[in-house]
């Protein structure tokens, strides 16, 4: 994924004195036929020295020839699929090969290669506070590819070193600013809120590496835990809280059924209860609804006052 509007955690890097652009660059096969050519053509002036019939001539032909073809066989270079060449003349920054093949450039220059290939860094599990400030335990996967070699080769000392640390740094920025839980309705939270905290991360990193010519294609937690110290503590009040959402659902039924049964009983006209009587089916039916463990039946053989 592309950069986005800036994060607010952002780093305010400087802005990078060189872009990548392409290098001057021509079909390196055939200048590589040229150099074995000239080559070949060396061995007949070395044939007139052999038998000491050569005259001044072919000893400074084969001089300029082997020159020719030094600078030839110099100036191809091989760039692979899904790797660059950085090209600098003199130090400075002329161009960028990224065409795959035998290439021919000019063989005064250095090249220093770059791979654009896809690649991954896993954080480290570090362990950070969060927004509530209870400790736990994060790590995360980035998913990150050079977009712009010159970048990534002059504007860090290296690239993937920095990729690295600002990973990290985003991790530890993103835990902090999340709580692990939500509190209330509608808060974003580092274990709900799945997708969202997922975008934040990969935006965060993204401004991060930016200035190093790095693209993020993702970035997905894949370690989430709270500390081992708070772990047994917090797993009791998460037990709690799904026990007393348990119990809300419940009661909620039994006061639905409860509220179905009287009705059906008035509609029909089976038996008139006079409020006291209601009140005890109201409790009685609650408790059989609401309780933990199995009911005992009592069967009432006499009038329903006694």
């Known amino acids: 994924m592309t950069p986005q509007a800036a994060s607010p955690f952002a780093l305010d890097m400087p802005a990078p004195e060189v872009r990548e652009r392409p290098a001057a660059a021509l079909a390196g096969l055939p200048m590589l036929v040229l150099a074995i050519a000239l080559s070949l053509a060396i061995g007949y002036p070395i044939y007139l020295l052999v038998i000491g019939t050569a005259p001044a001539w072919p000893i400074v032909l084969m001089t300029m020839l082997s020159l020719v073809a030094g600078l030839l066989y110099a100036g191809l270079t091989v760039v692979a699929p899904r790797e660059a060449r950085v090209i600098q003349f003199l130090g400075a920054y002329t161009g960028t090969v990224r065409e795959p093949g035998l290439r021919f450039v000019n ?22 506070n969060d927004a509530d400030g209870n400790p736990i335990e994060i790590a995360a996967v980035v998913v990150w590819q050079v977009e712009d070699t010159a970048r990534a080769v002059f504007e860090v000392d290296d690239f993937v070193q920095f990729v690295t640390v600002q990973a990290e740094t985003a991790v530890r920025q993103i835990a902090t600013s999340y709580p692990y839980d939500a509190r209330q309705e509608g808060q974003l939270s580092l274990r709900d809120s799945a997708d969202e905290i997922t975008e934040k991360l ?102 329903l006052y006694s």
């Open 107 to 128: 063989p005064f220059t250095t090249r220093r290669k770059v791979s654009t290939r896809i690649r991954n860094h896993e954080t480290t599990v570090s362990k950070v």
């Open 202 to 303: 990969s935006q965060e990193v993204a401004n991060r590496v930016a200035a190093a010519g790095v693209k993020i294609v993702e970035s997905r937690i894949t370690h989430l835990a709270y500390a081992k110290e708070i772990a047994q503590a917090m797993l009791q009040r998460q037990q709690a809280g799904a026990v007393v959402a348990a119990r809300q659902l419940i009661v909620e039924g039994a006061v639905g059924m409860v509220e179905m049964a009287l009705e059906r009983l008035q509609e029909r006209g089976v038996v008139e209860l006079d409020d006291e009587r209601r009140a005890a089916m109201v409790s009685n039916l609650l408790v059989v609804l609401c309780g933990t463990q199995a009911t005992q039946p009592v069967v009432n053989t006499g009038t």
